[in-house]
């Protein structure tokens, strides 16, 4: 097999994909193109422990399979269109790449609120470079940070800024409970009251109306008109597909690019998205294409879609992926295996209590769709317990 | 093979004990436990448990 693949983007799907493709027996040319500088480095200790100052960001790098040692990376470049009919690529230094198949693997980007007000002292956390910014900023004496946004990214920044010794952590949301969409009422609840005791305040029920300050942050004015002091925003309010390179081909780029159950975009064999860009039907489910933000999501897609590839779709089933997450905040650990959001209407404690330890099951139909642990390595080992029977589980009818 | 685990790293995820059960283990203290030296058939579990570590704590060295 001689020719090209061209994966757009260089995080972890783009890195696996590559690997994964020299894995599936393609011997000819691999280009990568990512639009950070950066080789591809891990992305969850950002908001964690690299934030915190316990991790070197130098750590975050990855080491690439040898196999991959002869990929070629265009790194510090961005993919700006694509002709999928010609099978080319072109770059924004001007460049033009031919290709024989294509990995979309461009991931995403924070979504930013668009209110009046200045821009300095705004923060995201998506790569190297927000993270360095955001830790100078709440490295600070005395600062006070509030944080738009109760979501898992929005919480564990929170939990690192109290570490961190901030003199004021509030966590604004317009929703009634922290981490309550994927999670539902009952770990919610419990998981406000934990990040109250350990120094988070939160506004919830509040939305954003603008920044108060000239240059620079000063304040966060709330839906109400009430005014919060800050020296730092921490903007966590979810993320937009990178697709726009991909407009003009007659694509389903409504979330992310839709794809078929074997990760192929627009009924072409030869392109196929890997990672949260991807919006795919998990035929372990009921077939809804949806895309999943899941550290775990690059690496177990980058495999199939390679296979698919190199090697076509006979005799391989559907992508099926048990998806799994974890998150790390204050001295808690949430660990999550199969889809709870699935089973928001029928949750059940299967073990412990919400006052300490607890494992939480998610059904759908009487069956379990999703099991969440909230607590330290017994809960997680009593969550583990679950997975082989969600492996085993029938696929859920739409 | 020679895996080696990097326990400074370490979180106790247990991701590697899904891909490779044969290698690694979490003890009764929910931590780490691995086979430093395992037999070469079990490359690929081991390699896919390298790849699955969230915090890439797992070294392989032939």
Not at chain 1, 315 to 333: K, N, V
Not at chain 2, 12 to 27: E, N, S, T
Request: proline share 7%; hydrophobic share 45%.
């Amino acid at each position: 097999m001689t020719g090209r693949i061209v994966v757009a983007g260089a995080s972890l799907g783009g890195l696996r994909a590559a690997e994964q493709l020299r894995a599936a027996g393609w011997a000819g040319r691999i280009t990568v193109i990512g639009d950070e500088p950066h080789p591809p480095y891990n992305r969850p200790p950002l908001s964690k422990e690299v934030l915190a100052g316990k991790a070197s960001f130098a750590s975050l790098a990855f080491t690439p399979k040898p196999s991959a040692a002869d990929v070629e990376w265009r790194l510090g470049t961005r993919v700006a269109a694509a002709r999928l009919a010609e099978r080319t690529v072109a770059l924004d230094d001007g460049s033009v790449l031919s290709y024989d198949s294509l990995v979309v693997a461009t991931g995403m980007r924070p979504r930013r609120l668009r209110c009046p007000g200045p821009v300095a002292g705004r923060y995201t956390v998506r790569t190297i470079d927000d993270a360095r910014a955001l830790r100078a900023g709440l490295t600070r004496t005395g600062v006070r940070v509030v944080v738009v946004g109760a979501g898992f990214i929005g919480c564990e920044v929170a939990a690192t800024a109290v570490g961190l010794g901030a003199a004021e952590v509030t966590v604004v949301d317009p929703l009634p409970l922290p981490m309550v969409g994927p999670l539902g009422e009952l770990l919610a609840r419990t998981l406000l009251a934990r990040h109250q005791q350990r120094g988070v305040r939160f506004m919830l029920g509040a939305g954003v109306a603008g920044f108060e300050g000239d240059d620079r942050v000063t304040g966060v004015v709330l839906s109400d008109g009430s005014v919060l002091p800050a020296d730092v925003v921490v903007e966590s309010v979810g993320s937009v597909a990178n697709t726009e390179w991909l407009d003009g081909n007659g694509l389903d780029l409504g979330d992310g690019v839709l794809t078929d159950e074997h990760l192929r975009v627009g009924g072409r064999p030869e392109v196929v998205a890997v990672g949260d860009v991807a919006r795919f039907p998990n035929a372990r489910y009921d077939g809804v294409p949806r895309r999943v933000e899941h550290w775990s999501l690059p690496a177990d897609s980058a495999k199939h879609a390679a296979k698919v590839l190199v090697g076509g779709d006979v005799g391989l089933a559907p992508f099926a992926p048990l998806p799994t997450f974890w998150s790390d905040q204050h001295d808690f650990r949430l660990q999550s295996f199969g889809a709870p959001v699935l089973g928001l209407g029928d949750v059940r404690v299967l073990d412990g209590d919400p006052s300490g330890d607890v494992l939480v099951g998610y059904h759908r139909d009487g069956l379990l769709v999703g099991v969440v642990a909230l607590g330290g390595p017994p809960a997680a080992r009593a969550a583990a317990r679950y997975r082989a029977d969600l492996l085993k589980q029938p696929a859920l009818t739409p | 093979m020679k895996v080696v685990v990097d326990m400074n790293k370490c979180q106790d995820h247990g991701q590697c004990v899904f891909a490779a059960p044969d290698v690694f283990r979490l003890d009764d203290d929910g931590r780490l436990a691995y086979v430093p030296d395992p037999d070469d058939a079990l490359r690929d579990e081991v390699e896919e448990a390298a790849d699955v570590c969230p915090l890439q704590a797992i070294r392989i060295e032939d």
